[in-house]
Antibody
Framework: QVQLVQSGAEVKKPGASVKVSCKTS????????IHWVRQAPGQGLEYMGW????????DSTQKFQGRVALTRDTSINTAYMELSTLKSDDTAVYYC????????????WGQGTLVTVSS | QSALTQPPSASGSPGQSVTISCTGT?????????VSWYQQHPGRVPKLIIY???KRPSGVPDRFSGSKSGNTASLTVSGLRAEDEADYYC?????????FGGGTKLTVL
């Protein structure tokens, strides 16, 4: 079955970077985009960007451009999201989501990774 | 890109129907039929319940239905059940990225 398994919780200081991994299984990794979404405590879902694992093409929303790097390693069917220059309001659960329907921002989701930014 | 507009809350009694709206613009909902709805229970991962405006993934009850008119999409939950109490989010394609609504907390009275 389709699975997306994310790396564990992280605690970072302001100004640092964090890299979250998303290991996929159960489908052809290079066939479908992966999206990244975050959710601050008690808040709604916020879309960050996507990567096409086939060719590495990416796009991110204006809010995150210049601060987020979306990459992948096709040899291990894993996508990565690295967010730099962290601030306290980057504290959130970060989700990866596979778009196997090809028309959503995620139909199969990872379990989420809590990133806490605190001095 | 501004978030899509959803009412912060909605409610209904068991067995009743409730409709949640999601208002965008001619650049998102009005332009593309790539509107999705997600259900999220507290502490849980969001779950896709509607995609492409009105399609249901396998396993989603037909009590959930979606529609769109102009720049506004809607999610209707019929025959409300206690387990439908959750947060609901709409999302729309923008042409290169996606955007979510602010979310609606559905309470089953």
């Amino acid at each position: 079955q389709v699975q997306l398994v994310q790396s564990g919780a992280e605690v970072k200081k302001p100004g640092a970077s964090v890299k979250v991994s998303c290991k996929t299984s159960g489908y052809i990794f290079t066939g479908y985009s992966i999206h990244w979404v975050r959710q601050a405590p008690g808040q709604g879902l916020e879309y960050m960007g996507w990567i096409d694992p086939k060719d590495g093409r990416t796009d991110s929303t204006q809010k995150f451009q210049g601060r987020v790097a979306l990459t992948r390693d096709t040899s291990i069917n894993t996508a990565y999201m690295e967010l730099s220059t962290l601030k306290s309001d980057d504290t959130a659960v970060y989700y990866c989501a596979g778009d196997l329907f090809r028309t959503t921002c995620g139909d199969s989701w990872g379990q989420g990774t809590l990133v806490t930014v605190s001095s | 890109q501004s978030a899509l507009t959803q009412p912060p809350s909605a409610s209904g009694s068991p067995g009743q129907s409730v409709t949640i709206s999601c208002t965008g613009t001619s650049s998102d909902i009005g332009r593309y039929n790539y509107v999705s709805w997600y259900q999220q229970h507290p502490g849980r991962v969001p779950k896709l319940i509607i995609y492409e405006v009105n399609k249901r993934p396998s396993g989603v009850p037909d009590r959930f239905s979606g529609s769109k008119s102009g720049n506004t999409a809607s999610l209707t939950v019929s025959g409300l059940r206690a387990e439908d109490e959750a947060d609901y989010y709409c999302s729309s394609y923008l042409g290169s990225n996606w955007v979510f609504g602010g979310g609606t907390k559905l309470t089953v009275l």
